[in-house]
């Protein structure tokens, strides 16, 4: 019921285009949802979150839907460009636990120029 | 520069060696994690701690310990008993309340001769 499940495990797209990266989660005590973005070699980075009151948040080109029924959220990279090749998290929390956070196993994005 | 620093960047083990990762914040954080990760697995926690002279075990502490003798600093030592060492580690530290973002460092990767 900890596991937050993400999918596709690798995604590539073409520049211009939209990437959209999916996860799932059991435990309805979770209540913030960040994405993670990491470079290769390097520590992951907060990339934008979401909290289950709002169904969607958007920052620049990255977008978190939020399905708080389907326990269900996830990203959008629109005009997805090379720069934005990573691999990405999500992650869920509960407030009334730990600050622990739960990941997801990551999805390797590759644009194409 | 505030920041998480870990140190070494690459780090090699002999059988039934013990070895120290060293992870070192300024940002004056009360959270401190350690989390592993291998391809495919995303990050695993093994240890956290929320406040200096206590830590508790994450998913995976088996073959690892930690200290907690500073709030700046949060030292991993792999031991002999854990049997297969070989990944990148990750050090992370948050400001210790729900909701707050994990800054990670840049990484350990370790292997073993």
């Known amino acids: 019921q900890q596991q937050v499940k993400q999918s596709p495990q690798s995604l590539i797209v073409q520049k211009g285009g939209i990437s959209i990266i999916n996860c799932a989660y059991e435990?309805?005590?979770?209540?913030?949802f960040p994405w993670y973005q990491q470079f290769p070699g390097k520590g992951p980075a907060l990339l934008i979150a979401?909290?289950?009151?709002?169904s969607e948040k958007k920052e620049g080109r990255f977008t978190i839907s939020f399905n708080k029924s389907a326990k269900q959220f996830s990203l959008h990279i629109m005009d997805s460009q090379p720069g934005d090749s990573a691999t990405y998290f999500c992650?869920?929390?509960?407030?009334?636990?730990?600050?622990?956070?739960?990941f997801g196993k990551g999805t390797k994005l590759t644009v194409n120029p | 520069d505030g920041g998480i620093t870990q140190s070494p960047k690459y780090l090699f083990r002999k059988e039934g060696q013990n070895v120290t990762l060293s992870c070192e914040q300024n940002?004056?954080?009360?959270?401190m994690y350690w989390y592993r990760q291998d391809p495919g697995q995303g990050l695993r926690l093994i240890y956290y701690?929320?406040?200096?002279?206590?830590?508790q075990k994450g998913d995976i502490a088996e073959g690892y310990s930690v200290s907690r003798e500073k709030k700046e600093s949060f030292p991993l030592t792999v031991t002999s008993a854990q049997k297969n060492p070989t990944a990148f580690y990750l050090c992370?530290?948050?400001?210790?309340?729900?909701?707050?973002?994990?800054?990670f460092g840049p990484g350990t990767r370790l292997l073993v001769l």
């Open positions: 435990n309805t005590a979770f209540d913030y």
């Open positions: 992650a869920a929390s509960s407030q009334g636990g730990s600050e622990k956070l739960v």
């Open positions: 979401i909290r289950p009151d709002v």
């Open positions: 940002l004056n954080h009360d959270a």
């Open positions: 992370a530290s948050s400001r210790g309340q729900a909701m707050e973002t994990q800054y």
């Open positions: 701690s929320q406040i200096v002279n206590d830590f």
